[in-house]
């Protein structure tokens, strides 16, 4: 039975009882040892569509009295009964549906949220139920006399203009009882007046009044007044004062039942973004931990994946899949030293190794050695490389320009000569040097390629070479027989572990250094030292996403902060709130939600900086990075997390709160 009209036509009902029935009611409050009795041995009842007038003296227990009978607060002993129910059984939640559904509050203090228009003032118990009636906000508004008010907020308000707000609120959700507490105590008296007949005209359309007031004017008006003095009912007397009462609108529509999980999880959404952008500055300040935390996930993480692809790249360029065998070092006398004067390494056997062992791709023994090159009037001094045909298939040493030699050239001892781009670059400029003859240590060699450009190497320049047949180099320029180094490329590059091995056996039947130790060679394996380069950059990234992460559990200890703030800041809103319909769970998702958006608001500027960071770093590094959606879900996901933890406890704080303590709160 829920249309308003009907209640006065019917006649009382005795499964319904009376509106409001309490026997024997007690409130003590405690403070330390004192024991204040501000209620004693209450008992009333309250019929529906009647209008009462709580007087008596200021510290009487009228506000106490008011509490409980509007459901903020629960009496200390006695029985209460609202609409048939026993409030002392219902919880939390049933709580809130029934003041949010049947009782509308009006205070003192107004209560309403500052930097809200009267209009969303006026729809806040909204958010907690009822239908999703923008019309009725509007018609309450002017019904108070506020039509050309309604987006203005309350500082922009008269303190009467400001109650009849609080009025307009307190109507929305078609309540059965209206509740108020000194209404006009803060009001001129032609203000009080104009709320008083507007106290009348509802009570007129059957909404059950009760408000507490310690002047006889106003107590007048109602039709019955109840007198409170020292927690006790001093004097109970009905007066039949019929007033004309100005025909109201009826009210329209019905109250709705409580929203869906989305509806309030939306508005929960609407309402934190207010709250957050109303105070910018601090917003952002709080905010700043989170931004530079996932900014620097971002950040390290594409950069860590850059230098750890740059790297990889580096290495490959050098040879996944090549080996290079070397005489090994050995003790002499003590003393540590390379041998590779003492090789017995010779291109035969670097022939050998492609022949016996088919997983080899390509072989060449090589010997270095530095000299001037001149070319007319230019000279330079760089690397000469004396190498077999198979070089050019293991370092990719294709030539740009020209060709690089044959085995039947390098047999023949040709003095012919492939340069590198940095070598050529010197010596020739813009001419085009194939065809020259150029003199290295004064033997004259023709040019016949100039290799492509294979890039810087950090720490020595590639390009900065002339590679010549390895024959020529033994034999016509320094008299050596034994070479340096043979290297071998592998065909298929996971096969080099195994080319290894077979290279090793191999290696038993070669002739032995004098006094080597070992086998007397040195393989390195490229492919592992990739691996291992690998392996350390990717704990170096590892590190460095750890350090970015405790940066976001920093901003996430800053948010807590501030929302452990903002609940002490707003508890007389939490309270509002409570006395408005909402229950524990509502002010609890509000204040989580409040956190997580604030995180996830933080995160989406902290991925524009470390996108910011990524881009300044491949700028600055010239390494290709990106920032990778692993990385951005990654730090979203870590950034509502850090706003549900850190968010919890204030939120829980807040909804935790008793709504009336709220509501004193200073
Ligand atoms: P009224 O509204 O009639 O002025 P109240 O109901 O506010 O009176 O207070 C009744 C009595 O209870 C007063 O003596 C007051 O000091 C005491 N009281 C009210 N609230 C509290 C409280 N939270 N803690 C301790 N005492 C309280
Ligand atoms: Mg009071």
């Known amino acids: 039975m829920r249309h308003l009209n009907h209640l006065l036509l019917l006649p009382r009902s005795h499964e319904f009882g009376d509106m409001i029935e309490i026997e024997h009611i007690h409130k003590i409050y405690r403070m330390g040892r004192l024991e204040v009795a501000a209620l004693n041995d209450v008992s009333l009842c309250i019929e529906p569509g009647e209008f009462v007038a709580l007087t008596g003296q200021s510290g009487s227990g009228k506000s ?33 549906e029934l003041r949010s559904s049947e009782i509308g509050f009006v205070f003192q203090q107004f209560h309403l949220l500052r930097r809200t228009s009267a209009l969303d003032n006026v729809n806040l118990p909204l958010v907690y139920g009822g239908a999703r009636d923008r019309q009725r906000g509007l018609e309450l508004l002017a019904r108070v006399g506020l039509a050309e008010r309604t987006s203005h907020r309350p500082g922009e308000l008269s303190g009467g203009q400001q109650q ?57 008006v109602a039709r019955r007044q109840i007198r409170v003095s020292d927690g006790r009912i001093e004097s109970d007397q009905r007066s039949d004062v019929t007033v004309s009462v100005p025909a109201l609108p009826a009210a329209t529509g019905r109250a709705g039942r409580r929203h869906g999980l989305f509806v309030r999880i939306g508005a929960y959404f609407t309402q934190a973004g207010r709250a957050l952008l109303l105070n910018k500055m601090r917003t952002l300040l709080s905010a700043l931990g989170i931004i530079i935390g996932v900014g620097a996930v971002i950040g390290m993480l594409s950069l860590g994946e850059g230098a750890q692809a740059s790297i990889a790249n580096q290495l490959s360029s050098m040879g996944s899949n090549r080996l290079s065998i070397r005489p090994d070092a050995q003790s002499v006398g003590g003393v540590r030293r390379a041998v590779g004067g003492v090789s017995r ?65 390098n047999q023949h001892r040709e003095r012919i000569a492939v340069l590198g781009r940095t070598v050529a670059q010197n010596l020739f400029g813009m001419t085009n040097p194939v065809g020259e003859v150029v003199k290295i240590s004064s033997t004259p060699f023709r040019v016949i390629g100039v290799l492509k450009p294979r890039g810087d190497q950090g720490y020595w320049d590639a390009d900065d070479i002339v590679v010549i047949p390895l024959q020529t180099a033994l034999f016509r320029m320094t008299g050596k027989r034994y070479v340096d180094s043979i290297d071998v490329a592998v065909g298929d590059s996971a096969m080099v572990d195994e080319a290894q091995t077979q290279i090793v056996q191999l290696f038993d039947d070669w002739p032995k250094t004098p006094n080597a130790l070992g086998t007397g060679y040195r393989i390195s394996n490229f492919a592992s030292m990739q691996e291992a380069f690998t ?87 010239g390494w290709s990075l990106s920032v990778t959606p692993g990385s951005v879900i990654l730090a979203v996901g870590f950034s509502v997390f850090v706003g549900l933890v850190f968010g919890i406890w204030p939120a829980r704080k807040a909804s935790l709160l008793n709504p009336i303590e709220a509501l004193r709160h200073e």
């Not at 791709?361 to 001094?381: D, G, H, L, M, P």
């Not at 405790?550 to 309270?575: A, F, K, P, W």
């Open 64 to 96: 106490t009295l008011l509490h409980i009978l509007g459901l903020l607060d629960r009496p200390t002993s006695g029985l209460f009964r609202f609409a048939g129910k026993d409030v002392a059984k219902l919880h939390d939640k049933q709580l809130a």
């Open 164 to 220: 009849r707000v609080a009025i307009a609120r307190s109507l929305i959700r078609h309540p059965r009882v209206l509740l108020a507490d000194e209404p006009t105590g803060n009001l001129d008296s032609a203000s009080g007046r104009e709320i008083m007949s507007l106290f009348r005209a509802l009570n007129a359309e059957s909404i059950t009044v009760i408000l507490v007031t310690h002047e006889a004017s106003v107590a007048d």
């Open 345 to 409: 390494m010779t291109q035969d056997q670097a022939m050998e190794i492609l022949e016996k062992i088919p997983l080899v791709k390509a072989t060449s023994a090589n010997i270095t050695f530095r000299a001037q090159v001149v070319w007319k009037n230019e000279n330079v001094n760089t690397l000469i490389m004396g190498a077999m045909p198979g070089y050019e298939v293991i370092y990719d040493a294709t030539p740009s320009v020209g060709r690089f030699f044959t085995e039947m050239e």
């Open 535 to 621: 392996s350390i950059f990717r704990s170096i990234s590892i590190l460095l996403a750890i350090v970015a992460a405790i940066s976001l559990v920093v901003g996430g200890i800053g948010v807590m902060n501030i929302m452990l703030v903002s609940v002490t800041e707003r508890t007389r809103e939490i309270g509002l709130r409570k006395a408005l319909g909402a229950n524990n769970s509502d002010i609890l998702a509000q204040f989580l939600v409040e956190a997580v958006t604030l995180c996830v608001s933080g995160g989406a500027i902290g991925i524009g900086l470390g996108a910011t960071l990524t881009y300044l770093g491949s700028y600055v590094t």
